[in-house]
């Protein structure tokens, strides 16, 4: 069973509910809010099948009116139409579109609000049952339209991965192998309060009156239209999964395309600029239909604009949506270069280039600096969480013979001094792999190695700390045995540090330049990708 809504194109108006079987007269009046002379009272009577889906239109005005593909003229011409087909009460003006919504999908309101999108797994499994359905009925390039025609095929809601990513495939989707993909908030929405943050579930509207006209011509031009959206509000209790998933009911409805929308619900490889999202899209999501990256194109706002880049405009809250194109290799819009058609601004470049990287550059500097030596010895590291300390230690020291000591696996600088005893004890030369940002911490190492007569070095790690940060991202990526560091760890070593110097004891300071190296060349091209949201 399907409801009936006739939703206008031109205005926010309320869409006209259009009930099982009980004919409804459309024209001038309270309804539509049109006062148009020109259009009769009693325009067109439609009477909703919404048990087949499909809406009966009969003329019963004065001036021609279009209906789907017909110009009706003559009274009690009529026509059937379904779902996602227009109606324009006078030729070329006052549009709707017919929109039947599968009854099923539509929220339960009791008892939910407080669904994580986790326990929403279990409650849209009707939904996720059409899914299946869909699957193997779908639309794509290379199905028989038929048979997609006589097998109902329902909107999806799809969870992946525990409901970190959610896909939501309208009805009438066809997988393409041009995508058109958009982001949804100051993309496709902005709000109706003028906020910046929707104050509730309905504080939205379109953007620009102009987008429903130009994804209907990207349908036509033979695009499959593609929301990719980050809506950590999902995980951190801050947006409601229904609420959320009934405006994007009430988004499609008002777009009138069919849509798939990618939701990353939380933090991951599937938040933007990480390219899950796109990849599942086109690995698992678009039939067997391959995706010709050339002739797609990707449209956000978080662009990275600076502040002015229009009159009155403040900057991009981030660069994201770029960096996602940039990172799949897609052509990038501004909304208002893509719906507008204004000239491109310039924007800000991320601060961490990462294919920018010298695989040549000198690992030590000075470069006449070496890491073995003849003499026993301790070496101090210095450097931001995720500068590259350990995989220095991994792939040099301990491959020089240096015992590495390292705090996160001891858990305490004492245990960390009593095993740097132990190990000068057998005359093993010793790699300190801490963070190490002040005098203090440094100086319990140079004291136990200065009263041991041994020469004691420092090395300070040459990672800026927007490549610490990239590279801490990365490993969350590729190492989930190492917990995520947060913002706020860096910002405690930034407060404490305090550059080395040879008045603490070392008889040497050496930087460690970042030379990449990777375990694979999936690692590398996922390195090379911009990672950090701003
Ligand atoms: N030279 C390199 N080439 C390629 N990847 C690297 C290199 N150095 C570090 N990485 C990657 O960067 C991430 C962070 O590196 P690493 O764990 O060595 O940092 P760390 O300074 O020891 O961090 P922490 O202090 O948080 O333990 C890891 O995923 C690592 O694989």
Known sequence: MFSCKIVSCDSDNIPIAAEHNKPLIIGRGPLTKIKDPRLSRNHIEVVADCEKGFLKVTFVGANTCKAGNSILKTKNETVELKHGDAIELLENQYSFRVEFCPVLNQPVKSDTSSSSPQEMVGKQTTLNHFLTKRKSTSADDTVDPSL??????????????????????????????????????????????????????????????????????????????????????????????????????DIRAKLGVPIQVFISSGSGIYRKPAIGMWNHLTEHANGSVPVDVGSSFYCGDAAGREAKWAPGKKKDHSSVDRLLATNVGLKFYTPEEFFLGHRSVPHKQPDFEPRNLDAEIPLLEPSDSSLSQDKQEVIVLV????????????????????????????????????????????????????????????????????????????????????????????????????????????????????????????????????????????????????????
């Open 148 to 249: 997609a025609k006589k097998q109902k095929i329902e909107d999806t809601w799809e969870e992946v991965d525990g409901g970190k990513l959610i896909v939501f495939t309208t009805e009438g989707v066809q997988h393409k192998s041009k995508i058109a993909a958009f982001d949804l908030d100051g993309t496709i929405i902005t709000t109706q309060s003028g906020k910046v943050f929707p104050t509730n579930p309905q504080d939205w509207k379109l953007n620009f009156s102009q987008i429903p006209g130009k994804l209907k011509q990207l349908l036509e031009d033979g695009f499959k239209i593609v929301i990719i959206t980050n809506q950590a509000g999902l995980s951190n209790g801050k947006l409601k999964p229904l609420d959320f998933r009934q405006k994007l009911f």
């Open 383 to 534: 450097g931001f969480p995720g500068s590259g300390k350990s995989h220095f230690a991994k792939h040099h020291a301990l491959q020089s013979g240096y015992d590495v000591i390292n705090r996160d696996s001891l858990g305490t600088w004492q245990k960390c001094v009593t095993v740097l005893e132990r190990s000068l004890d057998s005359g093993k030369s010793v790699l300190i792999d801490n963070t190490n940002p002040d005098v203090e911490s440094r100086s319990r190492f140079v004291r136990l190695a200065s009263a041991r007569g041994l020469p004691c070095r420092c090395f300070v790690m040459n990672t800026s700390v927007t490549h610490a940060l990239h590279n801490n991202k990365f490993r969350e990526f590729t190492d989930t045995s190492h917990a995520p560091v947060s913002r706020m760890i860096f910002n405690v070593y930034k407060s404490k540090f305090q550059d080395p110097s040879l008045e603490e004891g070392f008889t040497e300071i050496v930087r460690v330049n970042f030379r990449p190296a990777f375990r694979s060349v999936e690692d590398e091209r996922l390195y090379k990708m911009y990672l950090l949201e701003d």
